[in-house]
Every structure is written in structure tokens, then in C-alpha cells.
């Protein structure tokens, strides 16, 4: 399938590097636009890919085009782009802009889902919230291709800003969590190259366990030995409100979601 994206930030970059894996059979075309000609170089260089002229250079010679720009860039995008696209799909990866307002910006008939991955992507570790939307024959070949960088969760759009907060939100997430850990492991005597490489070698094998267990209960059973080192950690934990505080993050992130659906223009 040959994959144009329109952008060319970070998460159209680790797309195209998830897609772009040694080893990866029958890998896709991949063609990168932006009205930033220097950060559509960057990106295409990183992966081997092409730089389109234009959008009509783009369009044309895509099977599927992603739309990888701000929410706010969202409606002036497809407005360029909805006299090229014919019968090419089309899956916005824009945070907030619901399926309603791509489809009022396209042609009647148009092929459009909507997709929020995470920048795991790039590892083939990423998760895909898919909404198919009108993609209708077109919608098991885009779940496909985004499977191939990762797991793909099809949801009722409804759930797509509490599930983006959850997953999409997951990498910076867990990022903030570990360095704390590390920066905890300082103030008890540890070098901070020494805490910061335990605490990220720590979650990767956490996560990695996760991922064979499928349980975050079962594997909080087996490690929170009763009267040890980590259930004291984890009742400490609870004593000081985590849950909650990770409860108020997820409903934070929803919330900031609906503020960045930009006003739906008339065309």
C-alpha cells in the first residue's frame, strides 16, 4: 500500500518507522508533505522515504492518506485536499476532531476513519484506537497496516478521548512516572545515571510482564508479597492517593481533548 502522510511531526514520523522496521515483509510506500519542505526532508531521510512536491503530488500517487497535522490545522487540510482525494481513504490521526467534521469537510462519499496512535508506534510496540468510519471495503486494510506497528483497539468514537487518555497518553505518562521513581532512588543514595538506568530497565520488564500476563492484578498478586519490599511500596502508594491522582490525569487528558476540537466551519 503506498502511505502518503500529510505532516511530518513526531507521531507521522514514528509511523513511518514503525512501518519501516528491518526485517518488516511487503513494507509500505511512504511519502511525507508539509508546508515545512526542511521538516519533511528530516523525516522521509530518517526512513527512506519520499518527499512530495506538493499535496496534488501526494494525493496522486497514495492509496491512503494520513492526515498528521494540529486539530487546528485539521479543517484547512481538508479543504486543500478534498477536490484530490476520488476514491483514495482517507484517516485522520489528529487528537479531537471527531469523524462528524472530517466527513462535513470532504465530499459526499468519501472514504474517511479516524486512528490515535502513540508514539510506540516507531517500535511496533504502539497502540491504534480505529474508528472505521466510512472506510468501509478499505477499513481491514487500514487496520492491517496499523497492526503492523502494533495493536489495534477498533472503539465507538464516544470512548476514543477516555481511551486516547489511557493509551495515547500512555508513553509521556510512564515516562513521568519512571523519572520520579529515579529522582526518588537519588534521594536514598543512588547516582542519578544509576537510578535513572534501574528505574527504565525496571519498566521495561515490568511492561513486558504485563504484556505476557494480561493481568495488572495477577501480576501485583505474585510481586506484592505479603509483608515485602513491594507491597510496602504499594500500600504507600494508596495511602497517598495515587489512584486518584492517576483517576483526575486520565479525566484531565479527556477534557483537554474536547478543547482542541476546533470550531466546525460551513463549507
Keep these: 500500500m503506498d502511505v502518503g502522510f500529510i505532516g ?3 507521531i507521522a514520523r514514528a509511523l513511518g518507522q514503525g512501518w519501516s522496521r528491518p526485517g518488516l515483509e511487503d513494507a509500505p510506500g511512504l511519502r511525507y508533505f508539509d508546508v515545512s519542505r526542511s521538516a519533511a526532508e ?23 492518506v494520513i492526515v498528521a497535522v494540529r486539530p487546528q490545522q485539521v479543517q484547512d487540510v481538508l479543504t486543500e485536499t478534498a477536490p484530490l482525494l476520488g476514491p483514495r481513504a482517507l484517516v485522520s490521526v489528529a487528537a479531537g476532531v471527531p469523524l462528524a467534521d472530517l ?3 470532504l465530499p459526499d462519499g468519501a472514504r474517511v476513519g479516524r486512528v490515535m496512535p502513540n508514539v510506540a508506534a516507531a517500535l511496533g510496540l504502539g497502540v491504534f484506537l480505529f474508528v472505521p468510519g466510512t472506510l468501509g471495503s478499505r477499513a481491514a ?48 543514595g543512588l547516582e542519578p545515571d544509576a537510578a535513572r538506568r534501574l528505574a527504565v530497565a525496571g519498566a521495561h ?25 513491594t507491597a ?32 466546525r466551519r460551513t463549507r
Design 8 to 10: 511530518a511531526g513526531h
Design 42 to 64: 528530516a523525516t522521509a531521510q530518517a526512513m527512506g522515504a519520499d518527499v512530495a512536491p506538493d499535496l496534488l503530488g501526494l494525493v496522486e500517487r497514495s492509496e491512503l
Design 103 to 105: 466527513r462535513a469537510a
Design 141 to 188: 486494510a487500514v487496520e492491517e497496516l496499523f497492526a503492523r506497528a502494533g495493536e489495534v483497539v477498533a472503539l465507538d468514537e464516544g470512548d476514543f478521548d477516555a481511551a486516547t487518555a489511557v493509551a495515547g497518553c500512555m508513553p509521556g505518562v510512564l515516562a513521568a512516572l519512571v523519572h520520579d521513581l529515579a529522582r526518588a532512588g537519588e534521594r536514598r
Design 205 to 229: 520488564g515490568a511492561a513486558a510482564v504485563l504484556a505476557r500476563e494480561s493481568d495488572p492484578e495477577a501480576v501485583i498478586a505474585a510481586a506484592a508479597t505479603p509483608g515485602g519490599m
Design 232 to 263: 510496602a511500596a504499594i500500600a504507600a502508594l494508596e495511602e497517598r492517593g495515587v489512584a486518584e491522582a492517576l483517576a483526575v490525569a486520565v479525566a484531565a487528558a479527556a477534557e483537554r481533548a474536547k478543547e482542541l476540537t476546533p470550531p
